[in-house]
């Protein structure tokens, strides 16, 4: 289930760096604040600074996601986004109305996010499943019959996708290819 929130327009500058804080600052303006929908979202998560090209900066606080503090972001310039992926919780931020975001909704359990090679579609591994989006920040497909309960994405070249998957816990990994267009099993 895809959750999309939207709100006013903040900015149409380009976010070129990011940083995570040790917590929500005591001052300054108010952090926006990221969610999958429930519980409230006025927890403190995990809390990053993103800086745009002219030097300005804003706070994000992304739901909290467990004892887990893996974070990972993709500058996906041809969608004018932000992928994010904090412990197994993914965020598609639009960069220029930071409000509005999808997420992969509750539970979440992604595992990694990539970008094809020409950045047009970005690949969002969740649990078994593997989700693709579009520039506009559209799912296009999702593929959950791969053959295994975690995936970990790996490349995406000729328009393949490399995906590892564990078919049972702490068990060897299998590569499966599927097909960056479409999420057919090559």
Avoid at 1 to 17: K, N
Avoid at 56 to 66: E, P, V
Avoid at 67 to 93: C, H, P, Q
Avoid at 117 to 132: I, P
Wanted: hydrophobic share 45%; glycine share 8%.
């Amino acid at each position: 289930m895809l959750m999309a929130v939207s709100a006013r327009d903040i900015s149409t500058i380009t976010v070129v760096a990011w940083e995570v804080l040790p917590g929500l600052p005591g001052e300054g303006p108010l952090p926006l604040h990221f969610h999958l929908g429930h519980p409230t979202p006025w927890t403190e998560g995990v809390v990053i600074r993103f800086t745009n090209s002219d030097g300005s900066s804003w706070i994000a606080n992304f739901k909290g996601c467990g004892s887990e503090r893996k974070v990972a972001v993709i500058f996906w310039e041809a969608a004018a986004s932000i992928a994010v992926l904090v412990g197994s919780d993914f965020y598609l931020v639009d960069e220029r109305k930071h409000e509005s975001y999808t997420t992969l909704g509750e539970p979440s359990y992604a595992t990694s996010i990539i970008l094809n090679e020409n950045m047009t579609m970005l690949f969002v591994a969740d649990s078994g499943t593997v989700h693709a989006f579009d520039r506009d920040r559209k799912l296009v497909w999702s593929r959950s019959e791969i053959g295994g309960f975690v995936a970990y994405l790996k490349n995406c070249i000729d328009g393949i996708l490399t995906v590892e998957l564990e078919i049972e816990i702490d068990g060897p990994l299998n590569i499966v290819r599927l097909s960056a267009k479409d999420g057919t099993l090559l």
